[in-house]
């Protein structure tokens, strides 16, 4: 960020055109956990987190908001077409899943005797990190 900062002062750089990204989007769901769309055209399907985006608060999940992608062939042995893939959806749209009920809800973090951070639903129960 001060490299930023200091080409900026110099004029050579557009601070507010890069600043963009820089931060990272604060949330508690990781890659691994099982969560429930809560809006949009899949609400009510659940699936497995495959993967984070912390600059734009978005996570891909399995088996939701599938997109059609025109593929080209890049070797000679692949082929070219059509194929679905996951699209990412916003963070805010999906819950985490309580492992003892199933259901959605919302994450505490709780800081243990022995300095490790966990998180915990309202309900109490402590949710392990899919690792």
Known sequence: M????????EGRLSIARHAFGIERVKTRIAKGDTVQVMRGDDKGKQGKVIRVFHKTGRVTVEGVNIVKKHRKARRAEEQSGIIAMPAPVALSNVMLLDPKSGKPTRVRMRIDAD????????????????R
């Not at 966990?118 to 109490?124: L, P, Y």
Request: hydrophobic fraction near 40%.
């Open 115 to 130: 300095g490790t951070k966990e998180r915990i639903s309202v309900a109490g129960e402590t949710i392990p990190r899919a």
């Open 2 to 9: 001060r490299l930023l900062r200091k080409r900026a002062a």
